[in-house]
């Protein structure tokens, strides 16, 4: 029989009285439902489902989605009937979507999984804060989890690799802000760590020489007068091996001292 309205006549013989039943034929319809992406971040606030149609019938019916399944500890997922997949409730794991199309009295349905991925672990794994002098530099990477393959970000400007350089232009006395962020390959979810420093400013010195009170007599002076920058547990190495400062019982000669801290 193919679709259409048909009309069924009864009559029984002998018998002149009639009766007719009118009928209409609609054709069988077939939920398609297959899903790509079928996955989502458990950040996500919504999740938007495709690859779902019906063959058969005429196009005109009502499509709708019911979650069938869901991980320990979740709640069933509202979707939309365009397949519009609310996330605020979504713990991870898997999911059962069903998808159901209806055209009048026939009706059919396909089920597939959805998966709600977790985020990548992302850490500042140093024990200590950054460390930074106004002349020198740092390679962050070593500093944060994972090592590599995520992007580094300071005071909002984006680095080329994960070196940083303490006379960068966007640099400020303190309150730095570094976001490294990172995508899982596999999932393609992402997640950041944050971490905050100041920048610490090389110092700078006078030195103040004592000579000899005659030559020989090894009774010379070096005293070290910190004029800007770091002032507090600074060290003071000389060429001599002597640590502190003044130098002390010096000759004439060269001497040269690195003020650090």
């Known amino acids: 029989v193919s679709n259409g309205n048909f009309q069924v006549t009864y009559n029984e013989s002998g018998n002149p009285c009639t009766s007719t039943l009118d009928i209409n034929v609609t054709p069988s319809v077939v939920a398609n439902f297959q899903p790509v992406p079928n996955s989502a971040c458990i950040n996500d ?11 058969g019938g005429s196009g005109t019916g009502t499509e709708s989605f019911t979650t069938t399944s869901w991980p320990a500890g979740g709640v069933p997922l509202t979707v939309s009937s365009t397949g519009l997949v609310d996330l605020s409730n979504a713990v991870v794991g898997p999911y059962t979507i069903q998808y159901t199309y209806t055209e009048g009295s026939c ?50 400007n984006t680095l080329s690799g994960s070196t940083l350089s303490g006379s960068a232009s966007f640099l400020t006395p303190t309150g730095n802000t570094v976001v490294y962020s990172y995508t899982d390959p596999t999932t393609q979810c992402s997640n950041s760590a944050t971490q905050t420093f100041d920048l610490l400013v090389a110092p700078l010195f006078n030195g103040a020489v004592f000579n000899e ?31 502190g400062t003044p130098l002390p019982n010096v000759g004439a000669g060269t001497y040269t001292v690195t003020v650090s801290n």
């Open 107 to 156: 009706t059919d349905s396909e089920t597939a999984s959805i998966v709600i991925q977790s985020l990548p672990q992302v850490l500042y794994t140093s024990t200590s804060p950054i460390s930074l002098c106004s002349d020198a530099s740092v390679d962050l990477g070593p500093l944060f989890f994972p090592s590599s393959g995520g992007t580094f970000t300071v005071n909002g």
């Open 45 to 55: 606030a919504t999740f938007q489902l495709t690859q779902f149609s019906s063959t």
């Open 213 to 243: 009170s005659c030559p020989g007599e090894n009774d010379g002076s070096i005293g070290i007068s910190l004029t800007a920058g770091a002032t507090i547990n600074m060290t003071y190495d000389w060429s001599n091996g002597y640590s």
